[in-house]
């Protein structure tokens, strides 16, 4: 792809991101909330030993009873920390030390860098990744918030995991649905996205395999 061609699809991304956060606003809470039970009771979910799972804004799908039900279930559960351009899945010990988490600058909770927190890698072992975006596509296509984060951590997870790589579930309203958005090379899929409309099977994994 030239450069000219990526500046497109950056000005693209960008208007698209201004769309859906305004129809996101708009929504109340008992919509942004309603992911919770798609995803508790999602077979990968239901069969994982450790999860990681991001810690939304307002406007996202809320992801806090979801982590409460992991770290109460005794699965190992990582949460996303990010250092510049590098994001870490960081270990959360239990309930009491997700809710003394700091907020960030965005207002999320994000454990501060100074302290000394196992990663995922250094687990060895992850077997879902809970994926959050902007807006998708019925071809699995992602439009996140412009950095990357998960882009990168997808193919650090297939560097060292390799075939045991997670699962990589994005969860989205129906409402982020869209007709196409824009990508490019660097742009990963999910293997699925679930919404309350039903999943959209999109990754390189099969609907059996998934299940």
């Known amino acids: 792809m030239s ?14 991101r201004k769309t859906i956060k305004a129809k996101l ?6 919509q942004v909330q309603s992911q919770f039970t798609l995803v508790r009771n999602h077979p990968k979910y239901q069969s994982a030993r450790s999860v990681s799972i991001f810690i939304g804004t307002a406007t996202e799908v809320n992801t806090d009873a979801l982590v409460r039900d992991a770290l109460t279930s005794k699965v190992d559960c990582f949460v996303p920390r990010c250092d510049g351009s590098v994001m870490q899945m ?10 003394m988490l700091p907020a960030n600058r965005w207002g999320i909770k994000e454990p501060p860098l100074e302290e000394f927190r196992p990663d995922c890698f250094e687990a060895g072992r992850l077997d879902l990744v ?14 996140g918030y412009g950095k990357g984060y998960y882009d990168a951590f ?8 390799g075939i045991n790589m997670p699962y990589f579930l994005a969860v989205a309203l129906n409402e982020q649905i869209v007709e196409a958005v824009p990508h490019d090379a660097l742009d990963q899929r999910p293997d699925e996205i679930v919404t309350p409309g039903g999943s959209i099977w999109c990754g390189q994994r099969t609907n059996a395999a998934a299940l």
């Open 154 to 161: 997808y193919q650090r997870c297939r560097e060292r995991f």
């Open 3 to 16: 450069s000219s061609q990526q500046q497109i699809v950056r000005q693209a991304k960008r208007q698209l």
């Open 25 to 30: 606003a708009s929504l109340i809470a008992e």
């Open 90 to 99: 960081v270990k959360l010990h239990s309930i009491e030390d997700y809710e």
């Open 130 to 143: 809970v994926v959050p975006g902007l807006a998708f596509d019925r071809e699995g296509n992602r439009c």
